[in-house]
């Protein structure tokens, strides 16, 4: 009979997996970085409920919240320093219960300087700060001498 053929070779092994990349560097990794701040969030302080000041200036904006109404207020500073802002009717302030014509109206103050009640008590008068800008850093202390 004829020589009988050699038997087949076996597949050759396949690869080993490549290994997934490090996570990060080599330690130490860099912490995550935080998610940006929304653009507008502030922190109201009521500086005269039921008031209003004779130092607003522009138009009167209406319809816009409080935090828009900050907004537009910061983006006239230094000019602006506070905002007035009216309220809903119904709402209970130092100075008697609001009518509501007023409501969600705003003005720009350059001066928080109250020189008038309202006597439909549309409006309070507030300043503001916004939280979404972190506050200035302390300065480093010097080096100590050489």
Do not use: W
């Not at 302080?45 to 522009?58: E, K, N, P």
């Amino acid at each position: 009979p004829p020589p009988s053929p050699p038997p087949p070779s076996p597949p050759p092994p396949s690869p080993p997996p490549p290994s997934p990349p490090p996570p990060c560097p080599p330690p130490p990794c860099p912490p995550p970085s935080p998610a940006p701040p929304p653009p507008h969030t502030y922190e109201f302080q009521l500086l005269g409920s039921g008031v209003m000041t004779g130092h607003r200036y522009g138009d009167r904006e209406n319809g816009v919240s409080m935090t828009e109404c900050a907004a537009l207020c910061e983006e006239d500073a230094p000019s602006c320093v506070a905002i007035q802002y009216g309220h809903f009717k119904g709402a209970q302030t130092d100075n008697g219960v609001s009518d509501g014509m007023r409501a969600m109206s705003c003005f720009k103050v350059a001066s928080t300087a109250q020189d008038q009640n309202s006597p439909t008590a549309r409006y309070s008068v507030y300043s503001f700060t916004n939280t979404a800008i972190p506050p200035p850093s302390p300065p480093s202390p010097p080096p100590p001498p050489s």
